[in-house]
C-alpha cells in the first residue's frame, strides 16, 4: 500500500514515541515496584518482631504470666500500618487476648475492649479482604510461652504501595499529556522534512513534463535537501539547454539541407527544361553543392562517433610526437589554400600508452577548428610537450576566439556559436565533443582559453602512466 512521505514518517514517530512511553515508564514502574515491596516487607518483618519483643517483656515482667492489663497498657505499641489484627495464643491454643486497629485510624481493641468497638468488623469486611498472615513464637528463658498471628494488609494498602498506587496514577497522565505533546511535535517534524521533499518531487514531475525552468525560490535548511533541491534545477537547467541545443541543431540541419537541395534540383530543372545549357562551370557548381550535402551528411554521421568515442578503445604504444607531426601534414595544404600559417613545436619521440586512431581524431577536430576560425594572414601553432606527469598537446590559433559567454559550453555537443553560425564553414557543433569524450577516456582532460577577437588555446593533458 503507498503512503504519502508524511504519513510514513508520523506512523514513524508515534510508534517510536509510543513504545518509548509505554516501555519506559512501565519499567520504572516495575523497578520501584520490586524495591518497595522488599523495602515494605523488610519493614514489617521488623516490626512484627518489635511487637514480639514487646509481648516477651510484657510476659517476662509480670513474673512469668499473661498479665491482661499490661496487655491493655501495652496494645499501642504491639500493631503498626499495615498491621491490622493481631490473635496471642497460649502454647495450648487458648485464646490469651486480641488486638486490632481501625484501617483508617489506628484504632486498637485490647482484650475484652471488643464488645465497645466497631472497628473489629470494619476492618475484616469493606476494605481488605484477603489479609496476609505471619505467625510468631513468643519466648521467655528459652520456653515457648504463646503464639502470635500477625494479620496484615496486602501490599497495595501499605503505605509504599499507596504512594506507588498514587506515583502510577500520576505517571499515567503525565504520559497521555506526553503523548498528545509527542504526536503534535510528530505532525510539525514530519510536516518539516517532507514538505521539501513533496515540493522537490513536485518540480522533478514538472521537469519531467517538460516545464524545465521553475521560477520559484524552493530552499530547505536541511543540507542534503538543499543539494537535493540544487541537483534537480540543475537537472532542469541541463535539459532545458540539451533541449534548446537540439532545436536549433534540428533547424540548422533541415536549413542547411535545404539549401543545396533547391540549388540542385533548379539546376536540375534548368538543364531538363532546356532552359541552360549543362555546361562544364554549371555542372561543377551542381556537384559543389552535392559535395556540400555530402559534408553535412558526414557530420551527422560524426554524432555516433560521440557515443563510441570513449568504448572499445585500443591501447598500444604510441609515439605521439610522430602522430602529430602526420596530423600536421595532412592539414598544411588546407592551411596554405586559405593563407594560415601552420606552425609546430614538437618534442620529438614522446611515447604513450593510447589508441592512436581516436587521439589522432581528437588532434584534427582542433586544427580544423583552429583553420575554421582563423582569418587568412593568421597563425596556428601545435605543440606537444611533456609536463609533469602529463602530456600536454595545445592547439593555438590567433583567430576569432570565443567570447565569455560562450566558453563554458563549447564542449557540448551541438553546440556553436552565433559566430560560427554564421559562417557557412560551420560545422554542426559535435567536434569539440568528440575531442572532449576521447581524451577523458584515454583518463586526460581538455580545456580551452580564449579571448574574442585574439584567438584561442585548446590544451589537451593526457596522463602518461
Ligand atoms: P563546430 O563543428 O561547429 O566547429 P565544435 O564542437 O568543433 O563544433 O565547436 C563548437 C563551437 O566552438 C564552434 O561552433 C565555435 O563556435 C567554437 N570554436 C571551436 N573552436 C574554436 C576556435 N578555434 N576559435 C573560435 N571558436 C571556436
Redesign the pocket.
Known sequence: MKRSLRTQMLVQYVVIVIICMLVIPTGISKLLDRQFRLFASDRLRDDQQEAVRVLEEIYSSSGGNWNKEMLTEFRGDILRWPMVHAVLYDPDGILIAEFSRSMRHGAMRGPGSGKDSNEIPGFMRPIAPELVMNDFSVSSGGKVVGKVRFHCLPFRESREGMFLKKFNSHMVYAIAFMLVVAVIISFVMADVISRPILNVSKRASLISRGKYRVQDDLRSDITELQLLIDSINRLGFGLEEQEELRKRLMSDIAHELRNPLTIIKSHLEAFEDGVWEPTKERVKLTVDEIDRLSRMIS?IEKLTSIENAGKGLVLESVNLSKEIERVAMTFDPLFRAKSVELKREIEKDVMLAADGDKIRQAVE??LS??L???DSGGRTTIYLEKAGGDVHIK?R?T????SDR?LPY??ERF???D???ARSS????????ITKAVVEAHGGSVT?E?REGE??I?IIRLPLA
Open positions: 557530420e577536430n582542433l577548428n583552429a575554421r576560425y582563423t592547439v590559433d583567430g576569432i576566439g570565443i560562450d563549447i564542449f553546440y556553436r556559436t559566430k560560427s553560425r560551420g560545422g554542426l557543433g559535435i567536434g569539440l565533443a580551452a580564449s584567438g584561442s585548446f
